[in-house]
């Protein structure tokens, strides 16, 4: 089984573009996202960011 692990600084959850061509890249059988805002104060200042993170969906074709 191959896995491919992404970070911030190999996937921006907040760029839709980034975010659908991924699994377009790399075929994935299994897609798992544990992106999370996890700094609570900041997610609540920064909305409009922390509904990118969450809302952000890939249709693989």
């Given at each position: 089984?191959?896995v491919?692990?992404?970070?911030i600084?190999t996937?921006?959850?907040?760029?839709?573009e980034?975010v659908?061509?991924?699994?377009?890249?790399?075929r994935?059988?299994?897609?798992?996202?544990?992106?999370?805002?996890t700094q609570?104060?900041?997610?609540?200042?920064a909305?409009?960011?922390?509904?990118?993170?969450y809302s952000?969906?890939?249709?693989i074709?």
């Amino acid at each position: 089984m191959d896995v491919l692990l992404t970070d911030i600084d190999t996937l921006d959850m907040t760029n839709a573009e980034q975010v659908s061509s991924l699994p377009l890249q790399f075929r994935p059988d299994v897609v798992i996202n544990t992106a999370a805002y996890t700094q609570v104060d900041k997610a609540e200042e920064a909305v409009n960011a922390t509904a990118l993170i969450y809302s952000q969906k890939s249709v693989i074709k």
